[in-house]
């Protein structure tokens, strides 16, 4: 039986035997954000878009990464908060 906010399948296999798949389908974005996918991809996107858009001002790109960093971080929007996950990305050097 399914749980509220998920869906299930069943699937034949080609054995012929049943087989019930369980998708999450609850999603719920709280700030700051936990999820360590989520703050990987947030962090790519700032990362990547930043630079290109201070550049249109004659600003350097690190500058835009810094600013970015600052808006999302727990002193602008605290959309992150420096966690393990901020932590490991900036020990790899991203």
Known sequence: MP?????AAVVVTP??????L????EF???LPVTEPVLIFALAMVAFLIA???????RVPGMVGIIVAGAILGPHGFNVLER?????????VGL
């Open 3 to 7: 749980r509220r906010g998920s869906a």
């Open 15 to 20: 054995s012929g035997a049943y087989c019930t």
């Open 22 to 25: 369980m998708f999450a389908t």
């Open 28 to 30: 719920s974005l709280t």
């Open 51 to 57: 630079p290109h858009l201070v550049e249109r001002f």
């Open 83 to 91: 966690g393990q996950t901020i932590v490991l990305l900036g020990e």
